[in-house]
């Protein structure tokens, strides 16, 4: 679960805010209640881009492709053939 603050509170806490953020916790900052920034832990991104990266390896191999190439659907979309 993420803390929201604003950004004054961000500013004069943000040592504090930072040793949160080192222990796991997601920092979201608001200005005038519209979120505009999202700090969190650098493994916690590095974890999450490796766990997208595996779902997005597994689609593939589920994914078969047609009996077409690539060019041939470019050159079908381009002669109005084919909506992509």
């Known amino acids: ?7 004054f509170e ?3 806490k943000l040592s504090e805010l930072l040793d949160k953020v080192a ?3 997601e920092v979201i900052i608001t200005k005038r209640g ?3 920034a999202y700090l ?4 916690d991104r590095r974890e999450r881009t490796r766990a ?8 593939r191999s589920q994914v078969k ?3 077409e190439s690539v060019m041939d659907l470019i050159e079908e979309a381009r002669r109005g053939r084919r909506e992509l």
């Open 1 to 7: 679960m993420a803390i929201t603050v604003g950004v």
């Open 10 to 12: 961000a500013k004069t």
């Open 23 to 25: 222990a796991g916790e």
């Open 34 to 36: 519209v979120p505009i």
């Open 40 to 43: 969190s832990g650098i493994e």
């Open 52 to 59: 997208a990266l595996a779902a997005l390896r597994a689609l």
């Open 65 to 67: 492709p047609g009996p």
